[in-house]
């Protein structure tokens, strides 16, 4: 089965800063890959997904990016964060062939 | 468009009594349903899931799920609650490219 990872766990940003979050997966190959986030309150809304690498998704227009540099490398990413980005942003990964979602243990970020 | 409603933003149950969480789907085909729990600070554990066939599922820790095509209910349950339950609760609903579509969550509060 896969494992996620997700760096940082946790992040303290101000204003204006860049942002740059990383998920990695083990133990599948080309693999789906997604980032939702969790706002303060609120459920878990999808950012971006990708099938491929390069290929990217986006589900909402935001202040956010996405690349897939490798296969089981996925990125998220800001030039200037708002106070809105703050959230609890998951990567998710499906089973091998599956339908069935698995998220990493997620980043917390702040912004400042 | 896919939709999720869980209409109960928060519910407390006594330790020991019998719990029922409520989700409502919008989805156009037989919908793959999932159920996911967060403990504070945590990401995403799967509880259970429907695909297809027996419309009462098993989960873990002793939750169940009952998929009513007429309602368009997923309505979780666990017949005892005990204080390790306290956590928050997303009904989900599979979309396309294995994309999920979130409910807002229900926060469980157990009492003593």
């Known amino acids: 089965s896969q494992t996620i990872h997700q760096w940082p766990a946790t992040l303290v940003q101000p204003v204006g800063s860049p942002l740059s979050l990383e998920c990695t997966v083990e133990?599948?190959?080309?693999?789906?890959l997604y980032w939702y986030r969790q706002a303060a309150g609120r459920g878990l809304q999808l950012l971006f997904y990708?099938?491929?690498?390069?290929?990217i998704s986006s589900e909402v227009p935001q202040n956010l990016s996405a690349s897939r540099p490798q296969d089981r490398q996925f990125i998220l990413s800001s030039k200037k964060l708002l106070l809105s980005d703050s959230g609890f942003y998951l990567c998710a990964c499906p089973t091998g062939g599956g339908e069935t979602q698995y998220f990493g243990p997620g980043t917390r970020l702040l912004v400042l | 468009a896919q939709s999720v409603t869980q209409p109960d933003i928060h519910i407390t149950v006594s330790e020991g009594a019998s719990l029922e969480l409520r989700c409502n789907y919008s989805?156009?085909?037989?919908?793959?349903l999932f159920w996911y729990v967060q403990s504070p600070g945590q990401g995403l554990q799967l509880l259970l899931k429907y695909f297809s066939g027996d419309t009462l599922v098993q989960g873990i820790k002793g939750f169940e799920a009952e998929f009513k095509r007429s309602q368009s209910s997923f309505n979780l349950r666990k017949p005892s609650v005990h204080w390790s339950d306290a956590a928050e609760y997303f009904c989900?609903?599979?979309?396309?490219?294995?994309?999920?579509?979130f409910g807002t969550g229900t926060r469980l509060l157990v009492s003593p």
């Open positions: 989900a609903v599979g979309a396309s490219f294995q994309k999920l579509v």
């Open positions: 133990g599948t190959s080309n693999p789906n």
């Open positions: 989805y156009g085909a037989t919908p793959y």
């Open positions: 990708s099938v491929g690498i390069g290929q």
